[in-house]
């Protein structure tokens, strides 16, 4: 049997490791942060900032993804970009990232390959590195990867927060709404080939990592990325700035165009869509980044209003909601 065939418990740690580390190797990311990667205790990262952006998230297997809808490089490639996207919502920049696998030993060890692969790809894409991580066995059918980012700032910048929103600003997005969910929904009603770019999306996104640098150079008064859906993040802006912020619709009709493979559902997943990963922010000026477009504005008042109709907001629920 070749090294990397097999379940895991059919090989020793040390195996199952250089196999991780060869994957992770294979999508050649560096990064000159990072003095010393994996293979210590522990890894040695430069912080030339003098301060540290941190943030973690897991992913669950038949919660967060499912193997039959995602292959394990597009596991990996949103498990760093879903924490990369976090960095990028502070106006940051990841610097490394630290990745624990809990897994059935059951779980085929090319199948950890494969998720090396995507976790290392997508670290390249967000100009960073895997620099290290943990590997612990579970019982039957469980698996779960957590990771946690690491990021910086420009030297002298203040992170962009959820609080900074004041009456009068705008409110602009970085990229798409939309797609996710849309992608999500074509996959729980087996139409993934009627627009697998919206699948794509759904299995893997793809931040445009520099977006939210810009938008702190370009003096965001307030920002996070889109994990939720539109509404219920741009509560979280409002809440946390003590104001009102309005969608205008009218600023989303391409959004809606694009996902014509959902009907009648595309406004929906426009508005309240999860795991998009692109950025929302208020900007006190009338220019918004290259890239961005104004889809709203804030205003004195508290809560969310759409065209200036009070709505709920809601979006993804991780405890009212089921992927399946
Ligand atoms: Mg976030």
Same mark, same amino acid.
């Given at each position: ?7 895991? %418990? ?17 999508? $050649? ?25 941190? @943030? *973690? ?6 919660? =967060? ?7 394990? %490089? ?18 940051? /920049? ?5 990745? /624990?696998?809990?897994? =059935? ?21 967000? $100009? @960073? ?11 039957? +059918? ?12 420009? #030297? ?18 970085? +990229? ?20 697998? =770019?919206?699948? $794509? ?26 994990? !939720? ?16 912020? #309005?969608?205008? *619709? ?13 009907? !009648?559902?595309? /406004? ?5 869509? +999860? ?9 006190? $000026? ?21 065209? +200036?109709?009070? /709505? ?13």
């Amino acid at each position: 049997m070749a090294e990397d065939e097999g379940p895991l %418990r059919g090989h020793t740690e040390a195996q199952i490791l250089s196999v991780i580390e060869h994957g992770l190797s294979l999508a $050649g990311g560096s990064s000159s942060e990072v003095l010393t990667g994996p293979g210590d205790d522990t890894a040695w990262l430069r912080v030339r900032s003098g301060a540290v952006l941190v @943030t *973690t998230d897991a992913m669950v297997l038949g919660r =967060d993804w499912r193997d039959d809808w995602s292959s394990p %490089r597009q596991v990996g490639r949103k498990c760093v970009a879903q924490n990369a996207a976090d960095i990028e919502a502070m106006g940051g /920049t990841a610097t490394g990232l630290v990745v /624990t696998l809990v897994a =059935d030993p059951a779980t085929p060890l090319a199948w950890v390959r494969e998720l090396a692969i995507g976790l290392g790809q997508e670290a390249a894409r967000a $100009g @960073t590195l895997i620099v290290g991580g943990d590997l612990s066995s579970a019982g039957p +059918g469980v698996c779960v990867i957590s990771a946690t980012a690491l990021g910086e700032l420009p #030297d002298g910048a203040v992170p962009v927060l959820r609080s900074g929103a004041r009456p009068g600003d705008a409110l602009a997005v970085s +990229g798409p709404l939309g797609r996710a969910a849309a992608g999500l929904l074509l996959l729980q009603e087996n139409r993934a080939a009627d627009d697998p =770019d919206l699948v $794509g999306y759904q299995q893997s996104p793809r931040p445009a990592y520099g977006d939210g640098r810009r938008a702190l150079e370009a003096g965001a008064s307030a920002m996070l990325d889109v994990s !939720d859906g539109l509404l219920l993040d741009a509560e979280r802006i409002a809440n946390a700035s003590g104001v009102r912020i #309005d969608v205008r *619709t009218a600023a989303l009709a391409a959004d809606v165009a694009a996902l014509t493979a959902v009907g !009648d559902r595309a /406004t929906d997943c426009v508005l309240r869509g +999860g795991e998009e990963h692109v950025l929302l922010a208020t900007f006190a $000026g009338k220019d918004v980044p290259s890239g961005w477009r104004v889809i709203g504005a804030v205003t004195p008042g508290a809560g969310v209003s759409v065209d +200036g109709l009070d /709505t709920q907001g809601g979006g993804w629920e991780h405890f009212t909601a089921q992927q399946e």
